[in-house]
């Protein structure tokens, strides 16, 4: 429906109806319409990666290569390459109101990230500076090469690249 009939175009109400719910169901799923597409806009918890991590790394790097370990699960990889999952970030890219959405749901795992490094000792304000950097580079690639059109290089090879040129590797 956004495709066809562009993000600003479409109201709730047609979404409601095209879900065969009413205007009040929407709501009770989808506090805004930015959140349809911004929902569990990425399908891996670094978080969760970085929590099992053991080593003595800064807190930039073991970020990233918990970044780089969730995104190469199974379940993950084809979530990422899947073409709705591109759709949606394409109009992130494309609408300013979803770019602050995406960015404002991202704001869990951010706080998530944030509690792991201070659990492992990363003061508070580095911790924060880490979480937001890490969470940043990821969306950025991801509607960077939604936006691309490239077939050749999957949702997965453009975070390998892209976090890893930050990693150094």
Known sequence: MFAR????ATSVQQIARAAAVSHMT????FPTKE???????LPFSIAFSLA?????????????GAALESIGQTGVRSALNAVQFRQRLR??????????????????????????LVGQGVPGFE????????????LGVLVNWA???SQLVSAV???HDGLGALQGT
């Open 5 to 8: 009939d562009g993000y600003d």
């Open 26 to 29: 929407f709501f009770r799923h």
């Open 35 to 41: 959140s349809v597409v911004t929902v569990d806009l």
């Open 52 to 64: 099992k991590q053991d080593d003595s790394s800064s807190a930039w790097h073991r970020c990233l």
């Open 91 to 116: 109009l992130i890219g494309q609408v300013h109101a979803l770019r602050g959405a995406a960015w404002a749901g991202l704001q869990e795992e951010e706080n998530q990230i944030t509690q792991v």
């Open 127 to 138: 911790a924060r500076a880490v979480a937001a950097g890490v969470l940043a580079a990821c």
């Open 147 to 149: 936006a691309s059109d």
């Open 157 to 159: 090879g453009a975070l």
